[in-house]
Nanobody, 116 residues
Framework: QVQLAESGGGLVQAGGSLRLSCAAS????????MGWFRQAPGKERESVAA????????QYADSVKGRFTISRDNAKNAMYLQMNSLKPEDTAVYYC?????????WGQGTQVTVSS
């Protein structure tokens, strides 16, 4: 059973950058398509980016294309989200999960706050 833990969030000014990390336990991580999701206050959780189990295919929400980059390191059981040119509307709790998401794998998430 894969367990996931997010880290790397924080407070940053608009235009700044953050790198989120997702640490996974369990051998099956290497064979799972994964994604980053976010939930802003008063809004539904949404998909931000996804990556195939090999890392060879990625996709992004239109709102983050050209600014965010998803990557993974299967040797380290880790996935990352490099976020550049952050905007106040990127403020949310960010989660990692499988893609599509698995209900019982939602973790605590990591808070990203972008000030204007």
């Amino acid at each position: 059973q894969v367990q996931l833990a997010e880290s790397g969030g924080g407070l940053v000014q608009a235009g700044g950058s953050l790198r989120l990390s997702c640490a996974a336990s369990g051998r099956t991580f290497n064979f799972l398509n994964m994604g980053w999701f976010r939930q802003a206050p008063g809004k539904e959780r949404e998909s931000v980016a996804a990556i195939s189990w090999t890392g060879g295919r990625t996709q992004y929400a239109d709102s983050v294309k050209g600014r965010f980059t998803i990557s993974r390191d299967n040797a380290k059981n880790a996935m990352y989200l490099q976020m550049n040119s952050l905007k106040p509307e990127d403020t949310a709790v960010y989660y990692c999960n499988t893609d599509p998401p698995t209900h019982d794998r939602w973790g605590q998430g990591t808070q990203v706050t972008v000030s204007s």
